[in-house]
Each structure stands twice: as structure tokens, then as C-alpha cells.
């Protein structure tokens, strides 16, 4: 059973970067078979898909967040990740990591999500 | 990148059926059968319920369904539990190789 957990700062300031990981257990990052996202949804409002990422290779991101969105998986650990820099109050938002498995077009396995808050 | 359209709240009482609308565009829900619903009861993860426009993933009761006409996507929900109370979100895959959600949809079982 492929399981996803995201970790990082629950608090980060205003123009900082924000960072977080994803630890995929049950599954493998290096997999040719899927594809590992970001979706967040800020307090009481709905998802926003963020960007995906495959085998380490292909990015593909949000329009509206492309030029402050990074993606990167790290295969040795078995762990993807998210940097987006200038963060604003407007960031603050439950962070999911979620995969989508090759010829699946749907989300399939989500984490349970991680409050990050921008604040000083 | 302006979000699917979704009404804000639905409710029914329990045995009736439901209704959930999704608009899209040519670019995204009209150009392709890669729509997907997700339930997300409150402080939870969402959880895949359709996928494809209409197909179930294993351990979701066939009281949910899904369908497409045109750029708009359906859930319906039939036979209606309390259990069922949550918030619904749509997503399309959208040209370009991104993907859009809709605004979500609290359903109220009454």
C-alpha cells in the first residue's frame, strides 16, 4: 500500500522560501509508473493543483505559480519535494503530496497534508 | 488559470439522490476524458471517488457515478447516506499538462 507523508516548517515569513518533502513508502520515486504533485488548499477554500513531476526528468507547473515553483525528486532517499520562493500571507495553506500513477488521470494516493502558515 | 465552476452546496435527505455539476471549457473538461471527484470530509485528505469521467475505483460503493456532456462533468450520488456529508471537489486535466480543481461543493445530507 503506497503511503505519502509530507514534512517541512508549519511556519515560514513573508518573502522567504518555502520548503517541503514528501517521503513515499510502500512505492518508489524512481518508478517510471507515476507521477508525484503538490496540491494545496488554503484555510476554508478549495485545491489548487501546485505542479508535477516525472521520474525526475519532466516538471510541469501551475501558471499562476510557475516562476516561483521548483520540483525535485531525490531517488536515494525516496522523496520528492517543493520550493516556492516569495511567499505571502496568500501562501498560507495545508500542502498535500498526492501521486498519479501512469495512464491514470486522477490523483490515486494523497498525504494527509501539512498546515504551513506565512507569518513574521 | 480560472478554476472549474462548481455550486457551492447541494443537500438532499437520506434515499434521495444528488447532483453535482462541474463546468469547464473546450480546453479542459470538453477536450478530454480526464476528469476525476474527490470526497473530503472535514480535516481529512481528499479521496479519490471517480476517475476518468466515470469510473470507480475498487471499495467505492457504485452508489456514486459520474458523467460528462459536453465542458460540463457530473457526480451523482444516489441513495444518499449521512455518511455521505462532505465537501466534493471536480479536476480536469487542462491542455498544456496542467491540471485544474473545481471550487468544491459542501453536500449537506439533511
Known amino acids: 500500500q503506497l503511503q505519502l507523508q509530507e514534512s517541512g516548517p508549519g511556519l515560514v515569513k513573508p518573502s522567504e522560501t518555502l520548503s517541503l518533502t514528501c517521503t513515499v513508502s510502500?512505492?518508489?520515486?524512481?518508478?517510471?509508473?507515476?507521477?508525484w504533485a503538490w496540491i494545496r488548499q488554503p484555510p476554508g477554500k478549495g485545491l489548487e493543483w501546485i505542479g508535477s513531476?516525472?521520474?525526475?526528468?519532466?516538471?510541469y507547473y501551475s501558471p499562476s505559480l510557475k516562476s516561483r515553483v521548483t520540483m525535485s525528486v531525490d531517488t536515494s532517499k525516496n522523496q520528492f519535494s517543493l520550493q516556492l520562493t516569495s511567499v505571502t500571507a496568500a501562501d498560507t495553506a495545508v500542502y498535500y503530496c498526492?501521486?498519479?500513477?501512469?495512464?491514470?488521470?486522477?490523483?490515486?494516493?494523497w498525504g494527509q497534508g501539512t498546515l504551513v502558515t506565512v507569518s513574521t | 488559470q480560472s478554476a472549474l465552476t462548481q455550486p457551492p452546496s447541494v443537500s438532499g435527505s437520506p434515499g434521495q439522490s444528488v447532483t453535482i455539476s462541474c463546468s469547464g471549457t473546450?480546453?479542459?473538461?470538453?477536450?478530454?476524458?480526464?476528469v476525476s471527484w474527490y470526497q473530503q470530509p472535514p480535516g481529512t485528505a481528499p479521496k479519490l471517488m471517480i476517475y476518468e469521467v466515470s469510473y470507480r475505483p475498487s471499495g467505492v460503493p457504485d452508489r456514486f457515478s459520474g458523467s460528462k456532456s459536453g465542458n460540463t462533468a457530473s457526480l451523482t450520488i444516489s441513495g444518499l447516506q449521512a455518511e455521505d456529508e462532505a465537501d466534493y471537489y471536480c479536476?480536469?486535466?487542462?491542455?498544456?499538462?496542467?491540471?485544474?480543481f473545481g471550487g468544491g461543493t459542501k453536500l449537506t445530507v439533511l
Open positions: 513531476i516525472y521520474y525526475s526528468e519532466s516538471t
Open positions: 473546450s480546453s479542459d473538461i470538453g477536450g478530454y476524458n480526464r
Open positions: 510502500g512505492g518508489s520515486t524512481s518508478s517510471d509508473s507515476s507521477y
Open positions: 498526492a501521486r498519479r500513477r501512469w495512464q491514470l488521470w486522477a490523483f490515486d494516493y
Open positions: 479536476t480536469s486535466y487542462r491542455s498544456g499538462s496542467t491540471w485544474v
